[in-house]
């Protein structure tokens, strides 16, 4: 998963040395966890830029996987739904007769419930 994250910051593409400094593995390690991904066909390797030697692979997304592995995820902030002003929203439990203390309290012999 760490190196399915670096992605977003890596749209063209990851070496094996960017994805070690990243991750904080051997290259080694590295180039067995690209590797692997390649395996399952959610990357493919490509020659990379010449820097004065031999072109470094550089590990791609497949086109299927392009937008759904290089778009950053923005992650959700469930602490502002839960401090938010929901007054403008629909009671989805009033709205088919049901309300949400009908499910803490047991209902009264008046209201059809066993006494």
Do not use: W
């Not at 190196?3 to 094996?16: A, K, M, Q």
């Not at 031999?54 to 950053?72: E, G, K, M, N």
């Not at 009033?94 to 309290?105: A, I, N, P, T």
């Amino acid at each position: 998963m760490d190196v399915i994250s670096l992605f977003p910051d890596h749209p063209d593409g990851l070496t094996v040395k960017e994805c070690a400094g990243a991750i904080g593995k051997s290259e080694d390690r590295s180039r067995q966890i690209l590797e692997e991904l390649v395996l399952i066909k959610l990357l493919t390797p490509r020659k990379g830029e010449s820097k004065g030697g031999s072109p470094a692979t550089v590990y791609v997304p497949l086109a299927r996987f392009a937008d759904l592995l290089t778009v950053p995820v923005k992650p959700l902030d469930h602490a502002v739904d839960l401090t938010g002003d929901f007054t403008d929203r629909t009671d989805t439990l009033g709205g088919e007769g049901l309300s949400g203390q009908s499910y803490r309290e047991s209902p009264t012999a008046a209201d059809g419930g066993n006494s």
